[in-house]
């Protein structure tokens, strides 16, 4: 069965200053996606970040970067100079057969 | 028009209605889903639909009823609904097995 946890329920970070957003997962299947979705407010899910579980390097896109530790089990997301946009709830996510969320992180910047 | 869209955006129903949510997807994607997202929880996968065909149905309640009848557009239709059942019920495509799933907007019901 799969397991996503995020144990961070809340985290602030100082405008400008890089913040990392924890997650790991349980999974016994070699082959798997693991997602960043970002949810402003006003309730979308926005895709932020894939990495796969074959891929050697981790994922970047823009200021987001996916620290990934495959025999850790663990996908934590970096987000680099914080702008006062990014607060929003961050969900991570796995993907075997279908994708399935943590409990996500709310992230606060402060200006 | 692109992306996933979902409607009506709000919806407030008594528990005897019965009312529908549509979701259309303008991606060329082959799978749907429905979730939903309650106050304090995780999200919830409810149903997946691969290629029109129901795959998955997570111990959903009978109340709730996906219909799917091509591969651009999925519906849930509610009736008799509880109080609980008030939450953002979200949308999403992607390919079959692929990578990342785009989600609508959301539907957030209300049941009074």
């Known amino acids: 069965a799969q397991k996503i946890t995020q144990t961070q329920p809340g985290m602030f970070v100082q405008e400008k200053e890089a913040v990392t957003l924890d997650c790991t997962y349980d999974?016994?299947?070699?082959?798997?996606?693991l997602f960043w979705y970002k949810q402003p407010s006003s309730g979308e899910m926005i895709f932020l970040i894939y990495?796969?579980?074959?891929?050697?390097q981790n994922a970047t896109e823009g200021r987001y970067s996916l620290n990934f530790q495959k025999a850790r089990k663990s996908a934590n997301l970096v987000i680099s100079a914080s702008q006062l946009g990014d607060s929003a709830m961050y969900f991570c996510?796995?993907?075997?057969?279908?994708?399935?969320f943590g409990a996500g992180t709310r992230l606060t910047v402060k200006p | 028009e692109t992306g996933v869209t979902q409607t009506p955006r709000h919806l407030v129903m008594g528990m005897t209605n019965k009312k529908s949510l549509k979701c259309e997807q303008h991606?060329?994607?082959?799978?749907m889903y429905w979730y939903k997202q309650s106050a304090k929880k995780p999200l919830e996968l409810m149903f997946v639909y691969n290629f029109k065909e129901q795959t998955e149905n997570n111990s959903v309640p009978s109340r709730f009823s996906p219909e799917c009848p091509n591969s651009s557009h999925l519906f849930l239709h509610l009736h008799t609904l509880q109080p609980e059942d008030s939450a953002l019920y979200l949308c999403a495509s992607s390919q079959v097995r692929g990578t990342e799933a785009f989600f609508g907007q959301g539907t957030r019901l209300t049941v009074v």
């Open positions: 996510a796995m993907r075997e057969q279908d994708m399935r």
């Open positions: 991606l060329g994607h082959n799978a």
């Open positions: 990495q796969g579980s074959y891929d050697q």
């Open positions: 999974t016994s299947d070699p082959s798997y996606g």
